[in-house]
């Protein structure tokens, strides 16, 4: 680890001490204070300011983020160059962690899931003294050692009798990405593994019912975290259609005087079909029927067949 650096060029210091101690023995499980940031100040006096976007740590000229980056951070400091570390959490196979949550996540735990992405925070009993082969045995376990593996964070702490329960959170933005990047490639597993056919069936007829019913269940199986919001359902539709295989789909594509959502096309133009979606969000039920019309009406204003017309295709269903 440290062959690199400026301290391997001290040789008498390194006979003398080398493979006499842990070359590294940190632990934080002991630290009482409240929240990680105190614990890294009594850590470090050079601590400086935390870096409100990312929740990272500025030491002298250097960005820390975590254990890998304070490696490369010493790294900076033996060629005294004071470049910046890299986020280098990322990319550590620990991250299997969340997969696994994710993929065993029962109905219950896709809505902490969801809460957490959307910002919020969930109670949970603090086990200290649990171990890597306990992780499974419970779901207070699985997020007891997310939190002690640095994927979640301690807000806030109570004390009920002899227990422990903390505020958890996500700690910053790069371990939120690891989370969602988690999910969408659980999601595109998920899917390929389903049977579609009923779905394109309905498309096919015009069973608008019928697609709102298979949709509206295959949403339910699955985990928000865009907070419901229009980019959701185009990218979450937009995977089904292609999990599908059978038509050529794509997004965002100019038509007409504008660009629709989602376009459906048979590979073949000569007598093929063609489907327009444009998505729109509502903020309660009630306003469901509105939203359909002014999204059928922009389909219409924007003249998005217009450009399936001249491509050839003489069905489109929208």
């Known amino acids: 680890m440290f062959e690199q650096l400026q301290i391997s060029s001290y040789q008498e210091i390194c006979i003398q001490h080398q493979q006499q101690y842990p070359v590294i023995n940190l632990s934080l499980k002991s630290a009482k204070q409240p929240n990680f940031q105190l614990a890294y100040y009594g850590l470090s006096e050079r601590f400086h300011e935390v870096k409100e976007w990312y929740d990272g740590y500025i030491i002298g000229t250097s960005e820390v983020y975590n254990p890998w980056s304070i490696i490369n951070y010493t790294d900076d400091i033996s060629k005294k160059d004071a470049l910046y570390p890299k986020p280098y959490w990322s990319n550590t196979s620990s991250n299997s962690i969340i997969r696994e949550l994710v993929e065993k996540a029962d109905n219950i735990q896709r809505e902490e899931i969801e809460r957490l992405l959307a910002g919020e925070t969930l109670e949970k009993p603090v086990h200290e003294d649990i171990t890597y082969e306990d992780v499974y045995e419970s779901s207070d376990n699985l997020w007891n050692f997310l939190f002690f593996t640095g994927y979640l964070k301690s807000c806030s702490q109570r004390y009920d ?62 985990i928000s975290f865009f907070d419901y919001g229009e980019d959701y359902y185009h990218g979450f539709l937009a995977g089904l259609l292609k ?65 399936l017309r001249s491509e050839g295709y003489s069905r489109i269903l929208k």
């Open 243 to 307: 999990a599908a295989g059978k038509y050529r789909i794509s997004s965002n594509r100019e038509n007409g005087i504008g660009r629709t959502d989602i376009t459906m096309k048979t590979p073949f133009i000569r007598n093929g079909l063609a489907v327009i979606f444009e998505l729109k969000v509502v903020k309660n039920f009630r306003e469901m029927e509105e939203g359909c019309q002014e999204a059928l009406k922009q389909v219409e204003t924007r003249q998005y067949e217009a450009g």
């Open 161 to 222: 009798g002899e227990n422990t329960f903390i505020q958890i959170a996500i700690p910053n933005i790069e371990i939120q990405t690891i989370y969602r990047r988690s999910i969408l490639s659980w999601f595109d597993q998920k899917i390929k593994l389903k049977d579609l056919t009923p779905l394109i069936l309905a498309i096919e007829e015009g069973d608008c019912e019928n697609i709102g019913n298979i949709i509206s269940e295959q949403l339910m199986d699955t």
